[in-house]
């Protein structure tokens, strides 16, 4: 089994930064895609940054530019970073590490972290 951990977020200004990052452990053999998702009040949950095993990266047009997802294969753990900048106040919302196991999860994000917060102030 594979278990997510996140750090990371709180309160900045607008145009700061931020850094969020997941640790994976567990059977991390088994993790094909991670990526950051977020959820505003009264909003649906939306893909923010993915990174797949091999390398193909994805974006929302929202955070192109201002965000880098990165991710760091150890020997026992997977690290995924996300890094914020120029943040704006509808960055605000709470994020989710998550993770595409296989094969339980084919072509979907079935693990999800516990979630951090992010607030944008204006």
């Known amino acids: 089994q594979v278990k997510l951990v996140e750090s990371g977020g709180g309160l900045v200004q607008a145009g700061g930064s931020l850094r969020l990052s997941c640790a994976a452990s567990g059977n991390i053999a088994s993790i094909n895609a991670m990526g950051w998702y977020r959820q505003a009040p009264g909003k649906q949950r939306e893909l923010v940054a993915s990174i797949v095993r091999g390398g193909s990266i994805f974006y929302a047009d929202s955070v192109k530019g201002r965000f880098t997802i990165s991710r760091d294969n150890a020997k026992n753990t997977v690290t995924l970073d996300l890094q914020m900048n120029s943040l704006k106040p509808e960055d605000t919302a709470d994020y989710y590490c998550?993770?595409?196991?296989?094969?339980?999860?084919?072509?979907?994000?079935?693990?999800w972290g516990q979630g951090t917060q992010v607030t944008v102030s204006s």
């Open positions: 998550g993770a595409q196991i296989l094969p339980e999860h084919p072509g979907y994000f079935g693990l």
